[in-house]
């Protein structure tokens, strides 16, 4: 079966680093998305990867490894802000999105 | 307005009544999809439209009944719900759907939460 696996729940603390991994076993593979979830509010999108490696976009970087089926969002410097809920979601073969069922992330001042 | 609008944003309904959600995309997306959102569970997908046309029905019980009368509106009539029914319903759009030519971005609304006594 398809599957993604994510932690459920992170903590870290305003100011320091945070990795939220995600692993997936899909039929074949088109791509990852990583989507940020704010309490009460619509899903945004944060990151695609397709390609092996690391992708930087300001504080948040995204890096994948296909050989590993691995993901993982990386936030710097955190702020109270980044307090959310991380979904991963992998394309399988047919293009359909597989989804986690996301990372809730607490930061404490 | 922009983006992806729902409403209602919350809806309590009994077991026997039928009411609809409502979602409108004004980013000119070709399109539109139904999730449903539970606590601690993955997003399920439940209804795809593609240029007004359903592509995608992933098995979702009747009482569920999408309509898609435009590429910038979508509803999901609601009939005879169950209590299991209680979670949040998510509206999306993309520009068209996955396919080889490419990765589409999904918009999302804030969504509907349902609760079904």
């Known amino acids: 079966g398809q599957n993604i696996d994510q932690p459920t729940e992170m903590t870290a603390t305003e100011g320091a680093i945070v990795q939220i991994n995600c692993t997936y076993q899909t039929s074949g593979f088109n791509g990852l998305f990583w989507y940020q979830q704010h309490a009460g509010e619509a899903p945004t999108f944060l990151s695609y990867?397709?390609l092996d490696g690391l992708e930087e976009k300001g504080r948040f970087s995204s890096f994948l490894s296909r050989s590993k089926g691995y993901s993982y969002l990386l936030l710097k410097e955190l702020q109270m802000k980044d307090s959310a809920s991380y979904l991963c979601a992998s394309l399988d073969s047919n293009y359909q999105l597989i989804w986690g069922a996301g990372t809730k992330l607490i930061i404490k001042p | 307005e922009t983006g992806v609008t729902q409403t209602p944003r919350h809806l309590v309904m009994g077991m026997t009544n039928k009411k609809s959600l409502k979602c409108e995309q004004h980013?000119?997306?070709?399109?539109m999809y139904w999730y449903k959102q539970s606590a601690k569970k993955p997003l399920e997908l439940m209804f795809v439209?593609?240029?007004?046309?359903?592509?995608e029905n992933n098995s979702v019980p009747s009482r569920f009944s999408p309509e898609c009368p435009n590429s910038s509106h979508l509803f999901l009539h609601l009939h005879t719900l169950q209590p299991e029914d209680s979670a949040l319903y998510l509206c999306?759009?993309?520009?068209?759907?996955?396919?080889?030519?490419?990765?589409?971005?999904?918009?999302f609304g804030a969504g509907s939460r349902l609760t079904v006594l």
């Open positions: 999306a759009s993309s520009q068209a759907e996955q396919t080889s030519s490419g990765a589409n971005v999904l918009t």
């Open positions: 439209y593609n240029f007004k046309e359903q592509t």
């Open positions: 980013l000119g997306h070709n399109a």
């Open positions: 990867n397709v």
